[in-house]
């Protein structure tokens, strides 16, 4: 096979012409093979060239994914094989970049879990759970997440209960708590938790009593009158989660 042109590109590349195919090679190619002295090649050495050169091609556009923003060995595995590598491809092009401390998982965990903690209002279970999604080891999980003091997540949940209180117009205590449980849940915080915490608030159902029977008795006292009108409104204020003490 004659190599016929040369051509420097962009970045560390090549543009070479060889019988009548132009290729686009990395300069360690370039090198390892001392192209630029050769006028040609043999088929063998082109085909291990061309499979060197995707492995090089893996490898640098990782570097650039990971240049970005910090990511998990799955996540790069995945990332590679979209961008045409095979797993086999993958997994040796995450050797070398782990080889050359570009990948350091333990890093990427502690990472992760601080910036989740700062950043998020997930809980333990939700931060448990995208990790493993990321492909990062359960043992390892558990034993970053153990070394956390319970107070921050504690701390967490105080806040959220006290923004939901603080914002409650319109829903009786019993649907407010039931709600603060059910998103706490889903935000990834144990239950026994939350409800630990949100017995030590009182929420006034006052206000909330107040603005539900204005709207209710509004839209009802066009069709209805005296005590069917009044039962109407009990009703639907019960449906609602108000006491019948309240009520």
């Known amino acids: 096979m004659k190599i016929k042109k040369y051509k420097k590109d962009k970045s560390n590349k090549y543009k070479v ?3 009548d195919e132009e290729i686009v090679l990395y300069d360690d190619i370039i090198i390892k093979y001392s192209l630029l002295m050769k006028s040609e090649i043999d088929v063998s050495t082109y085909n291990e060239m061309i499979k060197e050169n995707s492995l090089l091609l893996g490898y640098y556009e990782a570097i650039k994914y990971i240049t970005k923003k910090m990511r998990s060995k ?3 595995e995945e990332y ?3 961008k045409g590598l095979n797993s086999k491809e ?3 092009t995450i050797k070398k970049l782990e080889d050359n401390k570009f990948i350091n998982e333990d ?3 502690k990472a992760y879990i601080n910036d989740q903690i700062n950043l998020t209002n997930n809980g333990v279970n939700k931060i448990k759970k995208n990790l493993l999604k990321l492909g990062l080891d359960n043992n390892k999980i558990d034993d970053y997440l153990s070394k956390i003091d319970e107070c921050i997540f504690l701390d967490k949940i105080d806040k959220y209960i006290e923004k939901r209180i603080k914002f409650n117009k319109n829903t009786s205590s019993y ?5 603060i449980i059910i998103d706490l849940v889903n935000l990834g915080f144990n239950k026994e938790d939350i409800i630990s915490e949100l017995n030590k608030f009182e929420i ?4 909330a009593y107040n603005h539900e029977y204005e709207k209710i008795k509004k839209s009802l006292e066009k069709k209805y ?5 009044k039962f109407k409104i009990r009703e639907k204020l019960y449906k609602k989660g108000f006491r019948y003490n309240e009520i």
């Open 107 to 109: 890093i990427y965990l």
């Open 90 to 92: 993958a997994k040796e």
């Open 225 to 229: 009158s005296g005590d069917e009108l």
């Open 80 to 82: 590679l094989i979209k």
């Open 17 to 19: 012409l060889i019988d």
């Open 204 to 207: 006034d159902d006052k206000d």
């Open 175 to 179: 649907m407010l708590k039931n709600k």
């Open 74 to 76: 799955k996540e790069i």
